[in-house]
Each structure stands twice: as structure tokens, then as C-alpha cells.
């Protein structure tokens, strides 16, 4: 860890703010992801969690402040004489390519099969020969247990099967940052352990991750720092030891009480 | 009876007319309206009005109205045409009013969980449309595109209104000659309905090509 925050994060954001309108959904946000780390965000519904992931690979714009992925901001360029501008698609395709993400409804192409929306990323954006691409999303597909519904189509498979679909589209990229948005959230319960393993195993391979979820005992056991969210704020950050033994901050403890409500 | 038969290759030729102005016009309205419906999702806000503006004017214009203004109106503005090129003008200009609503219906009809996904992997604009959209939006697109197309066949009688021999015309100056209204009507039905129905056979065999999509 000393060494880690030597080096440069992966992901640096400083006095991120964002708002809809006149609601003020991020404000002021700072957080730093070094490379291999698996950053766990939590808080209550509204909290702008989905938000500040979406700002880092500018599904969302966002108003002020600097998000950097790699030493590259995301949202803007320098304009000429100084001033920010936003950039062009082919800029932000570039640097979108570098980060991987996962939805929580999956969004797998339906007209492609699991194989073919591993390649498509490969072969369009990475510009790897076809050969190639199989392999690398072959390779993948395997990891995640999908060895045997390569030329399944999206609607064949179950959504646990989806979502590691998802998975593997994502991570064939090589991406720097991989940002999963409660990948669980729509799945039934007893498919969400297949999901979580392979993340888990992700983390163990040293992807650099951050994750938005409920599932508190990955974020204890996966998660190398555990960010808690309210009213668009960082409120508590730390180790997940660290945060999850602040019982006495009152609205980390309501968080968890009515997440504890939810899974009994 | 004879002269009927006679005339047989009278009506081929208009039979040829009727079939190289649809295309003509099924092409040229499938390009701009596609062009145009693209711009219309996608586009500049500045853009985004006089194509509204466009397809909702033409498609609420009657299609005669817009054949008489295209063959007696240009003129007027020193825009000379051949009698063929401006009916083809007219109903292109007619038809790609509804395709640019067809094309818009097919592109938003695509959640755009679909788009995110294709950003997210790093596809550029043309590359998600090509990659992600269109397959998609395809399916959409088909089912009324080829109401369209049958719509443009039958419409395209009208122009035998402005005296272009089409299909229509020829059957009538048949009929003018041999005075036996009723089997030349019929002959004529018959050739409409045998191309639309032909069509609508094809786009069934497309449609089910497309169906791979379950939802
Ligand atoms: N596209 C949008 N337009 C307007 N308001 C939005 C939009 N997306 C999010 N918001 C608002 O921003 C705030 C934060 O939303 P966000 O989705 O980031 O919260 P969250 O922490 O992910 O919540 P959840 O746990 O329910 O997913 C909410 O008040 C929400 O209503
Ligand atoms: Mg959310």
C-alpha cells in the first residue's frame, strides 16, 4: 500500500461536481484508485453513486472539477487560450476503450452471440485481426464458465450468464478501470454467487475495480477500500475494516440497518 | 377480344413504366429518408426542426397536389424537368417524408442501454450505429418500410394524371380503343396486386430473417 500511493492512480477525481437541473447530485467529490485497487462504493438510494460512474467514462458530463483516468481527463481537452472543451466522439471512443463497464441490465447486444459481443470491441475499436479476437473472447468466455455458450445468443442465456457475458466483453478490452454498476442488482439471489466469484477473481488478478453494490460481504472481503456516499458527498472512506466499524456515524448505520432489512 | 391481345404489349409498356418509377422512387426515398431520419435522432438541434417541419408538411400534403405542383409548378420557377423526373421528384419527395418517420421509429424503439453499451467498449458514432443500431432497428424498420414500398406502386397511378402512360394510363387507352372495360380493369387489378403481393411475400421471408431477436 506505501508504495502504491506513490505511484500515480489510475483514477484520480478532484472537487467532481454534477448536477441535473437545480439537483445537485455530485458535490465535491475527491478519490483516488491506484492501480490493483478494488474501490467498494455504497450508500442509500439517490446517493450518486450510478452518477459519479457514469462521469468517469462520460456517459455523464459533468460540470466542474477533473476526473483523470491515467493522467488523461476525461471530459475535457485544453481549448486554445486556456479554456476547457468538451471533447469529440472520436476522442471520448478512445479513451472509453481504456475503461471497462458493466450494467446492472446487462445491455448485451441482443443480435450477437456471447463470442460475437466479446469480438465486436476487439475487432472495431482494438483493430485485432479476427483470429485474434476469437481467441482473446474465447479465452475470456472460458474464465467467466461460458466455455460451452459461445454461439448462444443473448436471449438463450440466463441473466447470471448475461451479466458474466458482460463481464468478459469488458475485461477483453484490457481496460485500465473497470467500473461495475450493482452488476447483481437484477438477479436472482441464487445466481448472484456465480457473478460475484468472478469478479472476485478479477480482483485476485490484480483489475483495477470500482464497484457500486449492496453485497456488504464482498465489499468487506473483495474490497481494498470501501467509499460511503450520501447527498452527492463522500461521508466515510477508508479500509473496509476502517468504515464498517463506525457504528456510531448515523447515517452509515441507517444505510446498513436497511440494507441488513432487505437481504432478511 | 383482338385488339385486346393486341395491345397486350401497350400495356407491358406501361407495366415498365409503373415498375421503373417505383424503384426509382422506393431508392431515393430509402436513401434521403434514412439520410434525413438518421439527422432527425441524432442531429443538431438546428436540423432537428425543418426535418420535422419536412416530413410532417409533405406527409399531410394529398400526393396529387404534390405531382401537380411538382409538373406545373416548377416551371413556373424555372426549373425544368422531364414529365418523368418530376412526378419521380414528387413522390420521392412524398415517400421520404414517411420513411424519415419510419427510420426515427426503428432507431428510438432501441433502448439506449444499447448505445451506452456500444460507448462503453469504445465504438465511435458511425460504428455503434452500424454495429449496434442498425441491426436492430432493422427489424423495426421493415414491416412498415414495405407498406411503404406498396404504397408507392399503388400511388404511383396518379401520375398517369398528369399523362405519363404508366400501367394505369395504358389500361385506360386501351380500354378508349376497344371499348371492353371490364377484363382490361381486371387484367390490370391483376398485374397491381400480383407485384404487391409479391412483395409482400418477400418482406415476410426478410422479416423472418430477422427474428433472431427474442425479447
Ligand atoms: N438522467 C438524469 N436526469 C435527472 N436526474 C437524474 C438523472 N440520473 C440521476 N438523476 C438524479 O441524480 C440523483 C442521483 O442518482 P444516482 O442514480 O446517481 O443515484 P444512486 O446512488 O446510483 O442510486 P441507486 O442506489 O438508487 O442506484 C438522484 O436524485 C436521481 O434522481
Ligand atoms: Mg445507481
Known sequence: MAENSKTSPVVRIRDLRKSFGTNLVLDGIDLD?????????????????????RCINLLETYDEGSIQVDGLEVGFRDGTGGGRQRRSDRELARIRADIGMVFQLFNLFPHLTARENVVLGL????RLPLAEARRIAEHWLVRVGL????????????????QRVGIARAV????????????????????????????????????????????????????????FMDGGRIQIHGTPREVLSQTRHDRLKAFLARIELKLH | MIFALQSLPYLWQGLLITLEVSALVVVFSLIAGTILGVAIVYGPRWL??????????????????????MYYGLPLFKINLTNLASVVL??????????????????????????????????RFGQRLLYVIAPQAVRRFLPPWINAVVDTVKG??????????DLMLAIQQVIGRTYIPMPLYVLGALMYFVINYSLSLASRRLEARFAYIRE
Open chain 1, 33 to 53: 484508485v491506484q492501480k490493483g485497487e478494488v474501490v467498494v462504493v455504497i450508500g442509500p438510494s439517490g446517493s450518486g453513486k450510478t452518477t459519479l460512474l
Open chain 1, 123 to 126: 475487432r472495431k475499436v482494438r
Open chain 1, 147 to 162: 466455455g460451452d455458450k459461445l454461439d448462444s445468443l443473448p436471449s438463450q442465456l440466463s441473466g447470471g450468464q448475461q
Open chain 1, 172 to 227: 477483453a478490452m484490457d481496460p485500465k478501470v473497470l467500473l461495475l454498476d450493482e452488476i447483481t442488482s437484477a438477479l436472482d439471489p441464487e445466481l448472484v454467487g456465480e457473478v460475484l466469484t468472478v469478479v472476485q477473481e478479477l480482483a485476485r488478478d490484480g483489475m483495477t475495480m470500482i464497484v457500486v453494490t449492496h453485497e456488504m460481504a464482498f465489499a468487506r472481503d473483495v474490497g481494498s477500500r470501501i467509499v
Open chain 2, 48 to 69: 432537428y426542426w425543418p426535418i420535422r417541419i419536412y416530413s410532417d408538411v409533405l406527409r399531410g400534403i394529398p400526393l396529387l397536389v404534390l405531382i401537380f405542383f
Open chain 2, 90 to 123: 414528387a413522390l420521392s419527395a412524398f415517400k421520404t417524408a414517411h420513411i424519415i418517420e419510419v427510420v426515427r421509429g426503428a432507431i428510438q424503439s432501441i433502448p439506449v442501454g444499447q448505445t451506452e453499451a456500444g460507448k462503453t467498449i469504445g465504438l
Open chain 2, 156 to 165: 404511383s397511378a396518379l401520375i398517369s394524371l398528369v399523362g405519363i402512360v
